[in-house]
């Protein structure tokens, strides 16, 4: 059976993954929880710091959301001495206009805002990470995703992660030595099937599934990878 890793969403942590059905490694991507944030961000500077910790380096399966599956599919680049047999990426953002990527500048630039409250930092965070009405507020991943510092509460992400930038998705496709699947939840507002189509012929829709697919529904995601 091969190892499979789980790389989270921008925004989350890799408690995100803690209901899934079997045994895996699911990191901290850069950035996120407790994970050492990054002189700048890029997504081979993601992905090499994922490498840099990864238990087993052979026969890989990655499976990764949103901006996690963008770092698995330079991952499975062959770049990072990590051999990668299939990579399923989910959710991930094809279009970017120079409004979205004007917009996730901004939220790079932003210094780190603080909250008198837990409760409202953790509604920060299930709001930034797209966890919103999927994950309840006291729950592990939303723990993961706060620090706490004399009474006051803040986001443990690095708001410079905003400024990954777009990924260049036929390039990174064209480039992956593993099989390929991008998947995409039906009712996901961030892609659409005709988008995910023009760059790849690997394309699974899940019915009645939103963005954070994997939260909503482990098991039809986890399937992808068989």
């Known amino acids: 059976m091969a190892n499979l890793v789980l790389l989270h969403g921008l925004g989350a942590n890799g408690r995100v993954w803690s209901s899934w059905p079997q045994t895996n490694h699911a990191p901290d991507l850069a950035g996120h929880g407790t994970a050492a944030p990054l002189p700048s961000y890029t997504f081979a500077a993601l992905a090499a710091a994922v490498a840099a910790d990864l238990p087993v ?9 949103s901006l996690g599956g963008v770092v698995a599919l330079e991952l499975a680049s062959g770049r990072y001495d990590v051999i990668v047999n299939r990579v399923v990426a989910l959710g991930v953002k094809v279009s970017w206009t120079a ?3 004007g917009r996730a500048n901004a939220l790079a630039q932003k210094p780190v805002v603080w909250f008198d409250t837990r409760d409202d930092a953790a509604a920060r965070f299930l ?3 797209g966890l919103q009405g999927l994950v309840d507020p006291a729950s592990p991943v939303v723990d993961h995703g706060l ?10 992400l690095d708001p410079a992660t905003f400024g990954v930038g777009a990924p260049d998705l036929p390039a990174l496709i064209g480039a992956s030595q593993a099989d390929v699947v991008l998947a995409r939840g039906e009712r996901d507002p961030m892609n659409s ?3 995910l189509h023009a760059v790849h012929h690997q394309v699974v829709t899940l019915p009645g599934l939103g963005h954070n697919a994997q939260v909503e529904d482990p098991l039809a995601v986890a399937v992808l990878i068989r």
Do not use: N, P, T, Y
């Open 57 to 65: 380096r052979r026969d890989v399966d990655l499976i990764g959301h």
């Open 99 to 101: 409004d979205d990527l």
């Open 127 to 129: 709001k930034v990470s």
């Open 147 to 156: 620090c706490e510092q004399d009474g006051r509460w803040r986001l443990a």
């Open 193 to 195: 099937d005709a988008e």
